[in-house]
């Protein structure tokens, strides 16, 4: 089991961009398509922005056409929680980093095989580690 990377929220606010802080602690979204992972092709591992977790593995990117990266699976289960958000009147399954907490999007079960999930993650919560 990981050790969860608990800080304040200024120690945060220290550490990450106000873009960044705003999705990964206080649960925002991107725009869609203006994310720099969006439509990038790049080999690599997807790591979390806030604590460098691997998350998504290149390999397993996807072009949904939603405006967010999207992928089928995570690198492993146990690098990413899931939670149900009723937020904005919906009901929908959070995605966070399993080690910091930080909020990466959503999940849906629409999409590919070998899984059917689309994991929506904003841009802004990864750093691609390229292969």
């Known amino acids: 089991m990981k050790k969860k990377i608990e800080k304040t929220d200024q120690d945060w606010k220290g550490e990450l961009t106000p873009e960044q802080f705003h999705v990964c602690r206080e649960r925002g979204t991107e725009r869609p398509f203006t994310g720099e992972y969006v ?46 958000d009723r937020s904005h009147g919906m009901v929908r399954t959070e995605v966070k980093c399993s080690s910091c907490g930080a909020h990466l999007g959503h999940v849906f079960e629409d999409g590919p095989n070998p899984t059917g999930l689309r994991y929506c993650i904003n841009s802004v919560a990864l750093k691609l580690d390229p292969k």
Do not use: I, Q, R
Request: proline share 4%; aromatic share 14%; with cysteine.
């Open 39 to 84: 439509h990038s092709k790049e080999k690599g591992v997807y790591k979390c922005v806030a604590c460098s977790n691997e998350l998504f593995d290149s390999n397993a990117k996807f072009e949904s056409g939603t405006g967010w990266p999207s992928f089928y699976a995570p690198v492993s289960e146990e690098n990413v929680d899931t939670e149900t």
